[in-house]
C-alpha cells in the first residue's frame, strides 16, 4: 500500500540525519508495517525491539544507556549479533521511557546509528514525559491515515487521481463522467475513510457495503483499551471519552466552535483540558484554533481558547455519526452530513502539513479555513453540497482582496477572476 510517509523516513536516511527518527500517530494508522517496509528497503539488516511483545527488552536499558552497552544486551536476548551498522527499530518505545531516554546518547555517540521509534500512544508519552527528555537529540513526525489522493491509489484509481491533479494545475473542468467518477469515489472514502485495514478490506471489491460496522467499533474499543491502560486514573478516562463522543453533535451545531458545557452540564476548561490534550497528543483527533485577524503570520494572531475538533479520520466520524452511505450521497439535508464534509477537508489539509485556522470575527461572517501560503493568506469555503451563494466568502474577498480564494463544493474546477472553484475530490491537490 503506496504511503507518502514514506517519502519523510527515505529523506532522513538519506541525508545521514544522527537525530533518531520518533513517529507518533493514531492507533493503526500502519506506523509499524512502513517502518518495517522501508528497513527492509534501505538496509540490509536490521533489529526490531518490540517493548509490549516483550517486557525482557526494557532490561537493556536498566543499567547503562551507552549504545553499545544496550545493543549487546538486546543481542544476547535476541540470540543474534547486532553490530554498528545494523538499524534499530524500537516499537511502542512509549512503554519503555528509560529507552526513549537512550536516545540522546544514540544521538551524541561518534557512531550514525539509524534508530527509528514509534508507539501507539508515543504522542501522549512524550506530553507527558517524567524522565529527562532528549531535547534537540529526536526528530519527531506525526502519520497520519490514508489521505484521499492515497485511497485512490491503493483502490487501483492511479490514473484518475493523475488526472484530478492535472486538471487542477489548468483549472479545466474534467469530463462529465470523469467528475461523476470521482465524485462517487470521494463520498466512499467520506464512509471508508484512510485507515489501512478498513481501505485494504474495500479494495477488496470497492463496494462500501463489504466493508463492516464492527472494524470501526473494534477500533474505537482499542482506542477505549489504550485510555484505560496509558491515563491517570478512571475518571480521566471517562472525561477523554466524553469529549471525544462530544464531537460529531458539536460539529453539526451552526457554530461548530468546541464548547465545553456540550460535553457536560456546567463543564469548564479546567475540567476537560487536559482530555483535549490527551487526545490531541494520541493522534485521535485534529484541533483547529480561531486566528483573530488576517496578517501574516496568522500564528501571531491565533486564539487557542477558540478552536474547533475534528476527528482524524472521516470514516470514523461517519461511523460515529452513524450515517449510512444513502446520507453521504443525498442531496437533501443531514445534521451531519456538512460536518463530516468539513472534517474531510480538514484531514486533508492536516496530512499536508499545512499552516492553518478559522476565521470568525463576528456572528454573521465565518470563514471555514485560511491557509498562511507564501504568496499571502488564502480563504476556503467548504460547501456541503452544489449550492454556490457565499456571503460570508464574498465578504472576504471584498475587504481583504487575497490574491486567491477557494471554494470547495461537488461542482467541477472553474474560476471567476481570484475565487477558484475546487471539486472537494481534489482537496489534497491544494
Known amino acids: 500500500m503506496y504511503r507518502k510517509f514514506m517519502e519523510q523516513l527515505l529523506s532522513w536516511e538519506q541525508n545521514k540525519t544522527k537525530e533518531p527518527l520518533l513517529i507518533t500517530g493514531a492507533r493503526q494508522v500502519g506506523k509499524t508495517w512502513i517502518i518495517k517496509e522501508f528497513c527492509k528497503e534501505a538496509y540490509s539488516d536490521y533489529a526490531y525491539i518490540n517493548f509490549e511483545e516483550r517486557e525482557d527488552f526494557a532490561s537493556a536499558f536498566e543499567g547503562s544507556l551507552t549504545p553499545k552497552d544496550i545493543l549487546r544486551t538486546l543481542g544476547i536476548l535476541l540470540d543474534r549479533k547486532i553490530s554498528e551498522t545494523t538499524a534499530i527499530f524500537f516499537d511502542e518505545i512509549q512503554l519503555c521511557e528509560r529507552a526513549i531516554t537512550s536516545l540522546k546518547y544514540f544521538c551524541e555517540a561518534e557512531e550514525n546509528y539509524r534508530v527509528i521509534c514509534a508507539g501507539s500512544l508515543l504522542g501522549v508519552k512524550l506530553k507527558r514525559f517524567e524522565g529527562s527528555f532528549p531535547v534537540g537529540k529526536v526528530i519527531i513526525k506525526h502519520m497520519y491515515p490514508l489521505d484521499f489522493e492515497e485511497f485512490l491509489i491503493a483502490t487501483g484509481d492511479e490514473d484518475l487521481k493523475n488526472m484530478i491533479y492535472e486538471h487542477y494545475l489548468s483549472l479545466a473542468p474534467l469530463p462529465n463522467g470523469i467528475h461523476s467518477k470521482a465524485i462517487n469515489k470521494y463520498h466512499d472514502y467520506l464512509f471508508v475513510g484512510g485507515m489501512p485495514k478498513i481501505v485494504e478490506t474495500y479494495a477488496l471489491t470497492k463496494d462500501v457495503m463489504n466493508v463492516p460496522s464492527e472494524m470501526f467499533e473494534n477500533l474505537r474499543t482499542a482506542y477505549l483499551a489504550d485510555m484505560s491502560k496509558h491515563v491517570k486514573n478512571a475518571p480521566e478516562s471517562l472525561k477523554i471519552s466524553e469529549v471525544y463522543n462530544s464531537i460529531p453533535r458539536q460539529l453539526a451545531n451552526e457554530n461548530p466552535k468546541f464548547k465545553y458545557k456540550e ?125 454556490k451563494r457565499s456571503k460570508s466568502l464574498n465578504n472576504y474577498i471584498e475587504k481583504y482582496n487575497p490574491v486567491r480564494a477557494y471554494r470547495l463544493s461537488e461542482l467541477n474546477f472553474g474560476q471567476a477572476q481570484n475565487l477558484i472553484s475546487i471539486p472537494l475530490y481534489a482537496a489534497f491537490c491544494i
Open 263 to 387: 460535553v457536560k452540564n456546567n463543564a469548564n476548561k479546567r475540567d476537560y483540558l487536559s482530555a483535549i490534550d490527551w487526545l490531541d497528543a494520541a493522534g485521535m483527533v485534529i484541533k483547529i484554533d480561531n486566528v483573530e485577524m488576517i496578517a501574516s503570520p496568522l500564528k501571531g494572531y491565533e486564539n487557542t481558547d477558540s478552536f474547533k475538533l475534528y476527528i482524524s479520520d472521516p470514516g470514523l466520524l461517519s461511523n460515529l455519526c452513524h450515517l449510512r452511505m444513502s446520507d453521504i450521497i443525498s442531496s437533501e439535508h443531514n445534521i451531519y452530513k456538512g460536518s463530516v464534509i468539513e472534517n474531510y477537508v480538514i484531514s486533508q489539509f492536516t496530512v499536508s502539513g499545512k499552516s492553518f485556522y478559522y476565521f470568525k470575527p463576528s456572528e454573521n461572517m465565518e470563514i471555514d479555513v485560511v491557509l498562511d501560503e507564501d504568496d499571502g493568506i488564502i480563504p476556503c469555503e467548504i460547501k456541503s453540497g452544489r449550492h
